[in-house]
């Protein structure tokens, strides 16, 4: 990626120090009219922030806008991806009132075995990682976010990466395993969401590969242990205080409590 002009570097660390001090910002700090090359630039430069000032590491990617719906939502063609660092990997039990304006999602999340690369196919992915039920929280630096901001800021604030919550991985996953696979997320008990794999570009291991293909547009690469969110089965729905469980059928399930 290009080097960060002054207006860009200033725009990281805007959006770094409000990530570090859990505050947000108004959305005229970032410009509406950001394009993807720069907001993508200026993603990488937070990231560089919260490995090096922040002392964080790289612990994988997440990909948001994997449906038509939800790239209608922000005049999106393709899929984009944040980047998660260590504060993303929650154990399961989220304080409600040190997010911003949470959301939450339910979607698999695939984690490598050893490094990914462009060149390999759907099923070579597959052979490389394991695949986990998850739930993703997204959240961002910027108030009254969802879905008010535009596609360069969602991609500046590393698609508003929030939390993950990963569940037990299974190995030898076979393609057909993930195809049209149900999804449901209850809230203390009662089922309040339900979608299917086939949201997720049709197939959740296309988004991986579209994302190992992006980043690799991008001199980067999923390594070894990382972990890929791999996009949501519904649309996204308000976080509340309750105990919520993810089911996946034959791949398990996995519960997060907002307190």
Avoid: C
């Avoid at 008010?148 to 991609?155: D, F």
């Amino acid at each position: 990626m290009k080097n960060l002009d002054s207006n860009q570097t200033e725009m990281a660390e805007i959006l770094y120090s409000a990530y570090q001090n859990g505050h947000t910002i108004a959305k005229d700090q970032i410009p509406a009219a950001l394009e993807k090359n720069p907001a993508y630039a200026i993603q990488h430069a937070v990231t560089a922030n919260k490995t090096s000032k922040g002392q964080e590491e790289l612990k994988g990617y997440k990909i948001s806008l994997t449906s038509k719906e939800t790239q209608n939502l922000f005049q999106s063609e393709t899929p984009l991806y944040g980047a998660l660092t260590t504060s993303a990997l929650s154990n399961g039990v989220i304080e409600l009132d040190s997010l911003s304006s949470p959301l939450i999602e339910i979607e698999l999340i695939f984690i490598a075995k050893e490094d990914l690369s462009a060149a390999d196919d759907v099923h070579a992915l597959l052979e490389k990682t394991q695949v986990a039920p998850g739930i993703e929280v997204p959240d961002s630096r910027f108030d009254d976010w969802f879905p008010k901001i535009t596609l360069g800021q969602v991609i500046a604030d590393s698609a508003v990466a929030g939390k993950i919550i990963t569940g037990l991985p299974q190995d030898n996953i076979v393609y057909s395993q993930l195809e049209n696979l149900a999804g449901t997320l209850t809230l203390d008990g009662k089922e309040i969401a339900a979608g299917s794999s086939s949201e997720v570009l049709d197939h959740p291991i296309h988004a991986v590969k579209w994302l190992a293909n992006e980043l690799a547009e991008h001199g980067l690469a999923i390594k070894k242990g990382m972990a890929i969110s791999s996009g949501t089965f519904i649309l996204p729905k308000p976080l509340e205080k309750g105990l919520y469980e993810a089911s996946y059928g034959e791949l398990g399930s996995v519960t997060l409590t907002v307190e």
